[in-house]
T-cell receptor, first 113, second 111 residues
Framework: ETGVTQSPTHLIKTRGQQVTLRCSSQ?????VSWYQQALGQGPQFIFQ???????GRGNFPPRFSGLQFPNYSSELNVNALELDDSALYLC????????????FGSGTRLTVV | AQRVTQPEKLLSVFKGAPVELKCNYS??????LFWYVQYSRQRLQLLLR??SRESIKGFTADLNKGETSFHLKKPFAQEEDSAMYYC?????????????FGRGTQLTVWP
């Protein structure tokens, strides 16, 4: 059984640039959620993808977007990066309702300078 | 609105002492509560969930709907319990599948 894998592990971008983060879900899980964790804070829900469609969104602007692929892997895209986007981005895979739990990846540390 | 509050950012105890990590929540409805733990250099992982009513690594947590609390307790702390602990609430209805996290409590157990 494979866990959740995220890439890259670290990334440095310049303000105004665009970034794509990737996540492969755990075997058997068809739902992927993305969370942003700023320094000293708990993870905040960005959005969730199920059957290749966005299935719930938190309080994040449209420049945060995502994709889910037929193999259930997912991407998080952030356009027009701002300094406040610097954070750890976590991906979690699960079944659609979250029953039986969520498996988290190790995260991608994004620094915007 | 859903909210999870962990009032203590840092908590230190000596080995063998009891420990209680506080968690309060606000949610209109019947919530499902969790405790997640993150050990140094490891990923976030589930410690326990209230519906299971189980004890994991000696930790227990009881959901108190009257006080809207879900405090995590362990009677005798161990050094290996040192970690970051997050209380989380799972939404229902339109927010089903989302987790709402508190800001976390860093527990340090001294030898």
């Amino acid at each position: 059984e494979t866990g959740v894998t995220q890439s890259p592990t670290h990334l440095i971008k310049t303000r105004g640039q665009q970034v794509t983060l990737r996540c492969s879900s755990q075997s058997g899980h068809n739902t992927v959620s993305w969370y942003q964790q700023a320094l000293g804070q708990g993870p905040q829900f960005i959005f969730q993808y199920y059957r290749e469609e966005e299935n719930g969104r938190g309080n994040f602007p449209p420049r945060f977007s995502g994709l889910q692929f037929p193999n259930y892997s997912s991407e998080l895209n952030v356009n027009a990066l701002e300094l406040d986007d610097s954070a750890l981005y976590l991906c979690a895979s699960s079944l659609p309702t979250g029953d039986y739990g969520y498996t988290f990846g190790s995260g991608t540390r994004l620094t915007v300078v | 609105a859903q909210r999870v509050t962990q009032p203590e950012k840092l908590l230190s105890v000596f080995k063998g002492a009891p420990v209680e990590l506080k968690c309060n929540y606000s949610y209109s409805g019947s919530p499902e509560l969790f405790w997640y733990v993150q050990y140094s250099r490891q990923r976030l992982q589930l410690l326990l969930r209230h519906i299971s009513r189980e004890s994991i690594k000696g930790f227990t947590a009881d959901l108190n709907k009257g006080e809207t609390s879900f405090h995590l307790k362990k009677p005798f702390a161990q050094e290996e319990d040192s970690a970051m602990y997050y209380c989380a609430l799972r939404g229902r209805g339109s927010t089903l599948g989302r987790l709402y996290f508190g800001r976390g409590t860093q527990l340090t157990v001294w030898p």
